[in-house]
């Protein structure tokens, strides 16, 4: 039983020495692995907030939608939330109360770096939804956005 633990460790520890990580896990604990579909996907752009990294869409194997933000960064800031907008694109001065584009709520922007999973509601219609942004309410302010494209 001891040598079998030290086989285990020994493979653990080469693991970490080379950075294998096991496959990524959603918010609400679901694998996001060979499962999930792959569905629309495109990277940030801001100038006035940098604002980089990639937003991907799949569609799990439950059938529910997924927004996933991996290698992202932007500026820190008051009140800021991920959406969708009903826009091919957004300009770093958008406004979207102003202008009232529409929009779909996926929460409250839970870092300002590193990757991360919002649920999309279900019967979003993704033709019509086609941008994600990362938009401040208190400033209505747009830190970036990704306009994204079939994959």
């Given at each position: 039983?001891?040598?079998?633990?030290?086989?285990?460790?020994?493979?653990?520890?080469?693991?970490?020495?080379?950075?294998?990580?096991?496959?990524?896990?959603a918010q609400d604990?679901?694998?996001?692995?060979?499962?999930?579909?792959?569905?629309?996907?495109?990277?940030?752009?801001?100038?006035?907030?940098?604002?980089?990294?990639?937003?991907?869409i799949y569609r799990?194997?439950?059938?529910?939608?997924?927004?996933?933000?991996?290698?992202?960064?932007?500026?820190?800031?008051?009140?800021?939330?991920?959406?969708?907008?009903?826009?091919?694109?957004?300009?770093?001065?958008?406004?979207?109360?102003?202008?009232?584009?529409?929009?779909?709520?996926?929460?409250?922007?839970?870092?300002?770096?590193?990757?991360?999973?919002?649920?999309?509601?279900?019967?979003t219609d993704l033709?019509?939804?086609?941008?994600?942004?990362?938009?401040?309410?208190?400033?209505?302010?747009?830190?970036?956005?990704?306009?994204?494209?079939?994959?």
């Amino acid at each position: 039983m001891l040598p079998k633990m030290k086989v285990v460790l020994a493979f653990a520890m080469l693991a970490l020495a080379f950075g294998l990580q096991p496959p990524a896990t959603a918010q609400d604990g679901t694998t996001n692995d060979n499962q999930a579909k792959t569905l629309e996907t495109g990277t940030f752009h801001g100038k006035v907030h940098q604002t980089s990294g990639r937003a991907t869409i799949y569609r799990e194997a439950n059938g529910k939608l997924v927004l996933r933000l991996t290698d992202f960064k932007t500026s820190n800031g008051p009140d800021v939330h991920v959406i969708l907008i009903a826009a091919k694109d957004a300009d770093d001065d958008a406004n979207f109360l102003k202008s009232k584009t529409e929009r779909v709520e996926l929460g409250k922007l839970k870092g300002n770096e590193g990757d991360q999973n919002y649920k999309i509601p279900a019967g979003t219609d993704l033709t019509k939804f086609q941008t994600v942004s990362i938009y401040c309410e208190r400033f209505n302010a747009n830190f970036g956005t990704a306009p994204l494209q079939k994959f």
